[in-house]
């Protein structure tokens, strides 16, 4: 968030207390600065957990929840989303896309891209992700996180690998 790492995509993997920390750590700061936050998961299940525990952290007007079947608060600055929906919303038109003002998107469970089955929307994801936007990829299992730095780095923006 600061100027040393403007530009910057965090990828963040390892034990759970880390990364979960490290992205509630990063939903606080832009709300502070006054910018939304997606954060994203592969099921329904999780995400609703999530915004029950968001709202619980940041307050109910904050915090919107986005599902194939619930849209709650869509316009709140932090948005917990599935990983498909936010993918059908970034090949949206932009006037009717809610993603304005996203300074980033967290993708939790990140080891889902390795999936055969579904990890082509993550790798939309990441490609299709407005540039201005900092990509948080959090998994507790990515056995290859420097080629996904690597891969972050050449089809976004420069990114880093914060381990924990």
């Not at 993997?13 to 880390?18: A, E, L, N, R, T």
């Not at 304005?100 to 939309?124: C, I, K, Q």
Request: charge should be negative; proline fraction near 4%; charged fraction near 20%.
């Amino acid at each position: 968030m600061d100027d040393d790492n403007a530009g910057r995509v965090a990828s963040v993997g390892s034990y759970i207390g880390g990364f979960v920390c490290a992205a509630g750590w990063y939903v606080y700061m832009a709300m502070a600065l006054g910018q939304r936050v997606v954060y994203t998961t592969p099921l329904k299940a999780l995400s609703n957990q999530k915004f029950g525990d968001f709202q619980r952290q940041f307050g109910r007007e904050r915090v919107g929840l986005l599902t194939g079947d619930t849209s709650i608060n869509r316009d709140a600055d932090v948005l917990l989303m599935t990983t498909e929906v936010f993918r059908n919303m970034l090949l949206q038109p932009e006037s009717d896309n809610p993603l304005a003002r996203v300074s980033a998107v967290v993708l939790d469970e990140f080891h889902y891209m390795n999936e055969p089955s579904r990890g082509t929307v993550w790798e939309e994801c990441c490609i299709l992700c407005p540039p201005s936007a900092r990509i948080i990829a959090l998994s507790a299992t990515m056995s290859n996180a420097n080629k996904i730095v690597d891969w972050l780095s050449t089809i976004h923006r420069p990114t880093r690998l914060i381990a924990s």
